[in-house]
C-alpha cells in the first residue's frame, strides 16, 4: 500500500494595534484560553479521504477488510519517543465493543504528522482516544486539548476523534452547550417566574437536571429560594419558585457545570469550545420589577455632552430602564469614578452639581487633545445606592459589564 505524506507550514501573524482601555475594568488579568506553551493536535483525517475526514475507505482492495489509516498533525515538535501503541487506544462502538491494534505507528516529524495504520471493518464505527499525558513535545510538555494551557490529565486532557466506515453511527463526543436561559433581565413582573435552561447537543442526561444541580438565592444575602422542578427534558429543565418573590429584589440562578449528556460528555458552559475540570457553573441573574415600596432600578448614563468650547462635559442619568427622572448620590462623582481621558491621558476634573439632581456637569482643568473618552464607572450610584447599569439590562454594579463608556 502506498503512502504520501505532504509538509504542512503553518505561519501565525499576530496584528496587535493601540487602543484605550477602559480603566474602571474588573481585572487586567485574566486566564489564558489557547495554552501556546502545550502542543496540540491540530488537525484530524484519514489517509483515504485527508484531513478533515472521519471515513475510513479501503486503500488496498487486494487485502481481507478496509485498509486505511488515521492521520494526526500536531502543531508542535513532538518527541517521537512518545507515538506509540501505548499513547493511543481505538475501539469499536458501533457495533458492539472491541479493541482495534494499529499495524504501524509512524511519526513524520518534518511534517509533525503521525500516521496510524489499521484494518478496519465495514458498518463500523471506532472511537481514537489519545491519552493524556502520554505524548510530549521535544521539551516535555503534554498535549493541551482543552487549550487552557494546563495539564489537567484524563478525561479533561485526553483528545477524542471518532471514524466509521459504511453505514455506521459514529460515537457524539460533542459537549452540550447553553442554548439560553431565562429570565435574564431586571424588569421581570411576575411574582412566580419560570428560570429555566436550553440545551444544545443534547440530549441531557435527565437524571442530572435536578435541584442539587440547579439552585436560586436572593442575591443580597445568598438566601436559599425553594424551586420546584415544573418540566425536564433531554433538552431543557424548567422550574417555578415554590413561594412568590419579592418586588424590585434581584436574585442568582446557578446551574452546575458537572453535568453531562447521554452519551457523557461534560458541559460546555461558557460556549468556548473546550471543557475544563473547573469549568464554571452557569450564572445569572435577574431583579423582579419594583412597586411602589421599592426603588431599585438602577441609574443609566442618559447622555453625556462635550460642551461648546471644550471646557466640560454634561452627563445626565436617567433610570434604566422605565427613563424616569433618577436623584443621583453625588458623593459618588469622584475622580475614581468618572474620568475623561484624551490623547495626552487623563484630564483634571472638577465636578459641578447643580439644579438638575440627576445630572453632573464635569469641568474640564485643561483643553482636550485629539479624541477624548468619557469613562464613568459602574461604582456611581443613586439616593438609594443603587449602582450604575451601563449595558441598560436593569442590572447594575456588575464590573466591566456596567462600566459606560462614549467618545465625545
Keep these: 500500500m502506498k503512502r504520501i505524506t505532504a509538509g504542512i507550514s503553518v505561519l501565525l501573524l499576530l496584528l496587535l494595534g493601540c487602543a484605550q482601555d477602559n480603566p474602571f475594568k474588573a481585572d487586567s488579568e485574566v486566564q489564558w484560553e489557547g495554552g501556546n506553551e502545550h502542543p496540540h493536535i491540530d488537525?484530524?483525517?484519514?489517509?483515504?479521504?485527508?484531513?478533515?475526514?472521519?471515513?475510513?475507505?479501503?486503500l488496498d482492495p487486494e487485502r481481507n477488510g478496509i485498509q486505511d489509516a488515521v492521520m494526526l498533525s500536531f502543531d508542535k515538535d513532538i518527541d517521537p519517543s512518545t507515538i506509540t501503541a501505548a499513547s493511543f487506544e481505538m475501539i469499536k462502538t458501533d457495533p458492539g465493543t472491541g479493541p482495534v491494534q494499529f499495524e504501524s505507528i509512524t511519526y513524520y516529524p518534518e511534517d509533525g504528522i503521525a500516521i496510524l495504520v489499521g484494518t478496519f471493518s465495514d458498518d463500523t464505527a471506532y472511537l481514537l482516544?489519545?491519552?493524556?499525558?502520554?505524548?510530549?513535545?521535544?521539551?516535555?510538555?503534554?498535549?493541551?486539548?482543552?487549550?487552557?494551557?494546563?495539564?489537567?490529565?484524563?478525561?479533561?486532557?485526553?483528545?477524542?476523534?471518532?471514524?466509521?466506515a459504511g453505514s455506521a453511527t459514529m460515537r457524539d463526543i460533542t459537549s452540550?452547550?447553553?442554548?439560553?436561559?431565562?429570565?435574564?433581565?431586571?424588569?421581570?413582573?411576575?411574582?412566580?417566574?419560570?428560570?429555566?435552561?436550553?440545551?444544545?447537543?443534547?440530549?441531557?442526561?435527565?437524571?442530572?437536571?435536578?435541584?442539587?444541580?440547579?439552585?436560586?438565592?436572593?442575591?443580597s444575602d445568598s438566601a436559599s429560594v425553594a424551586l420546584q422542578v415544573l418540566s425536564v427534558t433531554g433538552s431543557q429543565i424548567v422550574t417555578q419558585p415554590v413561594n412568590d418573590l419579592s418586588w424590585g429584589t434581584r436574585y442568582t440562578v446557578r446551574l452546575s457545570a458537572q453535568i453531562t449528556d447521554d452519551a457523557g460528555n461534560y458541559l460546555d458552559t461558557n460556549g468556548d469550545g473546550y471543557v475544563w475540570p473547573d469549568e464554571p457553573d452557569l450564572v445569572w441573574d435577574f431583579k423582579l420589577t419594583d412597586d411602589a415600596s421599592t426603588h431599585t432600578e438602577p441609574p443609566a448614563v442618559d447622555q453625556a455632552t462635550l460642551m461648546p468650547g471644550n471646557t466640560y462635559v454634561r452627563i445626565e442619568f436617567e433610570k434604566s430602564l422605565s427613563g424616569d427622572d433618577v436623584v443621583m448620590d453625588t458623593a459618588t462623582?469622584?475622580?475614581?469614578?468618572?474620568?475623561?481621558?484624551?490623547?495626552?491621558?487623563?484630564?483634571?476634573?472638577?465636578?459641578?452639581?447643580?439644579?438638575?439632581?440627576?445630572?453632573?456637569?464635569?469641568?474640564?482643568?485643561?483643553?482636550?487633545?485629539?479624541?477624548?473618552?468619557?469613562?464613568?464607572?459602574c461604582r456611581v450610584a443613586d439616593e438609594y445606592g443603587n449602582l450604575l447599569d451601563g449595558n441598560h439590562d436593569g442590572l447594575g454594579g456588575t464590573p466591566g459589564e456596567d462600566d459606560y463608556s462614549e467618545v465625545l
Design 43 to 58: 488537525m484530524v483525517g484519514t489517509e483515504s479521504g485527508g484531513f478533515g475526514s472521519s471515513q475510513f475507505s479501503d
Design 129 to 164: 482516544t489519545v491519552t493524556a499525558g502520554r505524548i510530549l513535545d521535544i521539551t516535555g510538555n503534554e498535549l493541551d486539548p482543552n487549550h487552557n494551557a494546563l495539564y489537567d490529565g484524563s478525561p479533561w486532557d485526553d483528545r477524542l476523534a471518532t471514524f466509521y
Design 176 to 219: 452540550p452547550s447553553i442554548n439560553s436561559n431565562f429570565p435574564i433581565t431586571g424588569n421581570v413582573g411576575n411574582l412566580t417566574p419560570q428560570p429555566r435552561v436550553l440545551f444544545d447537543n443534547g440530549p441531557m442526561k435527565v437524571s442530572q437536571l435536578n435541584l442539587n444541580n440547579f439552585t436560586m438565592v436572593r442575591t
Design 333 to 377: 462623582f469622584i475622580a475614581a469614578n468618572i474620568q475623561v481621558i484624551d490623547n495626552n491621558g487623563s484630564i483634571p476634573i472638577v465636578f459641578e452639581t447643580g439644579a438638575d439632581p440627576g445630572a453632573v456637569n464635569c469641568l474640564l482643568q485643561r483643553s482636550t487633545e485629539g479624541t477624548a473618552t468619557l469613562h464613568v464607572s
